[in-house]
């Protein structure tokens, strides 16, 4: 341990201020008496014995870090309250302070000087002493038992009159006219005072609960990515393994997982707030429930609005109908955003179909997507025959065609 | 043909070797970067088959390190990613094409003997990134010749982007199939060589899946 010749322990108990005239003279094997003595004639020297407080306080170690050293000497017991004594100084130096600021004349006025000193009065007396605070709890912590020691409840009580007591002297001095006011500046005053009260506590329970929550949000978010990877790529592989014999569920599977992981981890796609992204879920979804590849290419975006959602549905209908019907394991899709409208093709090399032979039992394609469209003002073209596949193809004008998302 | 594959998962060149091997003998495969460069340069294939993403600098450094010595050695992209930014730089690289990974075996079969005969293999994904790179007019390009496509190789990567094959291509635009090569040689190589700011501004920003 390297210590400075010069420096010594501050005592923790026995003490009147912070210790720092008993800690030189159990150092120096002095009478702790001489030493006080000596500052009190000091301080007839013009108040030097503050200077050389204050310098002995700078040299001098702080006991409580010192004992946590290891090897560091026997700890000294923590100081048990205040006791009367250090009391009784503690208000003689803060008076004699007072006095000797008052004649140097930076003086704001005895009352104004004595409410603002009733009031740090009460704040001391009732923020003595506690490091936790709970307002919901908070008659029961003044118990003698409770975090804020004994004779906790009557120090509190005490504290708060006194700093109503000082408030409403410092109401009364401003002399505010007119019994209204008065009650309306009491009641601000009163205030003042309880957020003087609790205001201690509430900022070092506020600095607990800071560091909790920081412990907390590491915590669940570890938890979350412990749940995904659960969620998501833990029942992939069970889905795999029991779908070992079927190539083209695990091949679909471990597509949509890969997809889902890269989304989650580079966070390409948030959420479906483009189109581009709305497209490439759509995609998603349908390979996932209907075993097809979904080839989806998007050219252009822009923010998901109306258009995009009517134009999103046809395209997801056509995308199923091919998966669907088609007999084909692959399904193209082609999306371009352009100034003026959305194109869009869904395509699969199937068997095709004549639009007269099936007409009646194929609402979807009526219904969902040529409807659909054409209600928005757009057009829909199915181009099919049987044997040479599909293609059904989308223009939807954009009516607001301000909002798209610059490339 | 020679071909030579370069990936860093074994497990998938060793699916790759199997499903080409009757149509093409492997020469050879590597995991890295200074394998593969060292392999390449052992072996001189005709056709390498190139993951876009590698240990050590990608495929990218690959194709630019061998180009170098090789000119001749034709590169053919294969990967998962779908990044815009990966796949151009790849191609810009020297590249002369780009599949994804869930190509069928004998779409892969005929995309590299398609490189090695000098054309451009497009997949659909990689003609929307072409389309998104080119769109929109340059207030003054730098080189028209370069930074625009013409109206008829706009219509050729729509169509590619919407799933055609280049036969089908040819037969929807009345046009022969060596036609349609050409169009899409010609944009690789604006892709390539094109100096528009908004290409390498674009692969940067944009960021598709």
């Known amino acids: 341990m390297t210590t400075r010749p010069l420096a010594f322990a501050r005592r923790t108990d026995r003490r009147l201020l912070a210790g720092v005239a008993g800690g030189f003279a159990d150092q120096h094997g002095v009478d702790v008496l001489v030493v006080r003595v000596a500052l009190v004639l000091l301080t007839l020297a013009g108040g030097l014995s503050v200077v050389v407080y204050a310098v002995g306080f700078a040299c001098s170690s702080d006991p409580m870090k010192t004992a946590k050293r290891p090897g560091a000497a026997a700890i000294a017991p923590v100081d048990e309250g205040a006791s009367p004594r250090r009391t009784i100084a503690f208000v003689c130096i803060a008076v004699g302070a007072a006095l000797v600021v008052r004649a140097t004349g930076v003086w704001l006025g005895d009352t104004l000087m004595l409410a603002l000193a009733i009031v740090a009065a009460g704040v001391a007396l009732a923020s003595a002493r506690t490091t936790s605070f709970d307002a919901r709890h908070l008659w029961s912590m003044t118990d003698d038992k409770g975090p804020f020691g004994r004779h906790a409840r009557w120090r509190v009580l005490s504290g708060a009159v006194l700093v109503a007591l000082g408030v409403l002297i410092l109401g009364a001095r401003t002399g505010v006219p007119g019994d209204v006011r008065f009650g309306a500046v009491a009641t601000a005053l009163s205030v003042v005072g309880v957020a003087l009260v609790f205001g201690p506590w509430l900022a070092r329970s506020a600095q607990e609960v800071t560091e909790e929550r920081r412990q907390r949000i590491r915590s669940e978010e570890r938890a979350a990515m412990a749940a995904h990877l659960h969620d998501s790529v833990l029942q992939t592989l069970a889905l795999i393994q029991r779908n070992a014999n079927d190539p083209r569920r695990t091949v679909t599977l471990a597509r949509r997982q890969e997809r889902e992981l890269r989304d989650w981890l580079y966070g390409t796609s948030a959420g479906p707030d483009t189109l581009s992204a709305a497209v490439r879920a759509m995609a998603e979804d349908v390979e996932s429930l209907h075993d097809v590849r979904v080839d989806a290419v998007v050219v252009g975006d822009r923010a998901m609005d109306e258009s995009g959602v009517t134009l999103l549905a046809a395209v997801r209908e056509a995308t199923v109908n091919a998966a669907k019907h088609a007999g084909v394991h692959e399904v193209s899709v082609f999306v371009e955003v352009r100034s003026g409208d959305i194109e869009a093709f869904v395509r699969d090399r199937g068997q095709g179909f004549d639009r007269g032979s099936v007409a009646s039992d194929r609402k979807g394609i009526s219904e969902s997507i040529e409807s659909r469209i054409e209600r928005a003002g757009g057009t829909a073209e199915i181009e099919s025959s049987p044997g040479r596949g599909t293609e059904v193809h989308l223009l939807l004008p954009l009516t607001h065609a301000a909002d798209e998302v610059a490339p | ?209």
């Open chain 2, 1 to 209: 043909m020679r071909v030579f594959l370069v990936d860093d998962h074994t497990l998938f060149r060793s699916g790759v070797r199997a499903e080409i091997s009757d149509a093409y003998e492997v020469v050879g495969e590597a995991g890295t970067v200074d394998e593969a460069v060292a392999g390449i340069t052992a072996t001189l294939p005709d056709v390498v088959v190139v993951d876009v993403h590698l240990p050590g600098g990608g495929g990218k450094a690959i194709i630019e390190r061998i180009k170098r010595d090789h000119p001749d050695i034709t590169f053919l992209a294969l990967s998962v990613s779908d990044s815009a930014e990966d796949v151009v730089a790849v191609i810009r690289a020297g590249a002369r094409g780009y599949v994804t990974k869930t190509i069928q075996a004998v779409e892969l079969i005929d995309a590299i003997r398609r490189v090695h005969a000098g054309d451009a293999v497009f997949s659909p994904r990689l003609a929307g990134f072409v389309l998104d790179a080119f769109s929109g007019a340059l207030p003054t390009p730098e080189d028209p010749e370069l930074d625009q496509l013409t109206a008829r190789e706009q219509d050729v990567m729509r169509l590619i982007a919407r799933g055609y094959t280049y036969r089908e291509v040819a037969t929807r635009l009345h046009l022969s199939v060596k036609t349609i090569e050409t169009h899409v040689s010609a944009v690789l190589r604006k892709l390539q060589l094109s100096n528009r700011h908004e290409l390498t501004a674009w692969a940067a920003d944009r960021r598709l899946l």
